[in-house]
């Protein structure tokens, strides 16, 4: 499993890094996560806001810092 956290890195994005990391944690799984803070890497993905998850390819939030129980959501 690949899971990005767009941003530049504010509070926000960090608090949803650590919120993924709990969210793998609490279902048991692992991930590789990829924190993308180049502006011209996110305009890709085509959100018009961060902090952005993208789960496998998939943009999965934009906008909000998702709770670890919603994540999990996302991963199972």
Same mark, same amino acid.
């Given at each position: 499993?690949?899971?990005?956290?767009? &941003?530049? /890195?504010?509070?926000?994005?960090?608090?949803?890094?650590?919120?993924?990391?709990?969210?793998?944690?609490?279902? /048991?799984?692992?991930?590789?996560?990829?924190?993308?803070?180049?502006?011209?890497?996110?305009?890709?993905?085509?959100?018009?806001?961060?902090? &952005?998850?993208?789960?496998? /390819?998939?943009?999965?939030?934009? /906008?909000?810092?998702?709770?670890?129980?919603?994540?999990?959501?996302?991963?199972?």
């Amino acid at each position: 499993m690949e899971i990005k956290i767009l &941003g530049s /890195g504010c509070a926000k994005c960090k608090k949803l890094e650590a919120n993924v990391m709990k969210a793998l944690k609490s279902v /048991g799984k692992t991930a590789v996560i990829d924190h993308e803070k180049d502006i011209n890497e996110i305009i890709k993905y085509n959100i018009m806001a961060t902090p &952005g998850l993208v789960i496998d /390819g998939k943009v999965v939030s934009t /906008g909000q810092v998702l709770s670890p129980k919603a994540i999990e959501a996302f991963l199972n």
